[in-house]
C-alpha cells in the first residue's frame, strides 16, 4: 500500500510541478490561464493535449457527478425491474443527460463559476485529501511513527492547513476582480 501511494502521489505531483515551473519559466507570468493558448509549435502537439484535457474532464466529471447519478436512478428508476430494463435505461440516459445539460448550462451562464470551484477546492479538497489523511495517519501509527515520520506528517499537516488557507484567500480575491467584469455568458 506505502509503495502504491508513494507512486501515485510522485506520478500525480511530479508532471503537475514540472508543468507549473517549466510553464512559469517559458511563458512568464503573462501566459493565459489555459496554458494551451500561449502554446507554439506542432498543431498535432495542441490537438493531443487539447484531447487529453478533455477526456481528463470528462472522466472526473463522471466520479464526481456519481453520488447524483445514484440519487438520481434511485428516484426515477424501478427498483422492481432490472437496472438494464427499457424503462430503467431511458430514465437514467434522460435523468444524466438532464443533469449534464443543465451543469453545464449554469457553468456556462456564470462566468467565474471557475472561481466558486476554486474556493470549494481549497476549503473541502485540499483539507480532504492531505490534511485529513496526514492526521488520521498519525492517529493510527502515532505510537509506532519514528520522530521523523511524525515530524513529516505534522510538517505536511501545518503545510497544507496553510496552503489551503493561501488558496481560499486567493479564490476570494479572484471572485472580487472577476466580479467586477460580471455579465451573463461572459468569457472571462
Sequence with gaps: MQ?????????????FYAVTFIGYWAYGSSTSSYLLNSVHGAKWIKILANAAAFLQTVISLH???????????????????????????????VARGTYLTVTTFVGALLPF?????????????????FVLANHMYIKVKGKDLSLLGKTWHWANVWFFAF?????????????VIDSTAYHVFADL
Design 63 to 93: 466520479i464526481c457527478a456519481s453520488p447524483m447519478y445514484e440519487f438520481l436512478d434511485t428516484k426515477f428508476g424501478r427498483s422492481n425491474e432490472s437496472v438494464y430494463s427499457v424503462r430503467n435505461w431511458i430514465v437514467r440516459v
Design 163 to 175: 496552503l489551503s488557507v493561501v488558496a481560499a484567500v486567493a479564490a476570494l480575491r479572484f471572485m
Design 113 to 129: 463559476l471557475g472561481d466558486f470551484m476554486n474556493i470549494s477546492g481549497a476549503v473541502s479538497v485540499i483539507p480532504l485529501t
Design 3 to 15: 509503495k502504491a501511494l508513494s507512486l501515485q502521489f510522485t506520478a500525480g505531483i511530479v508532471p
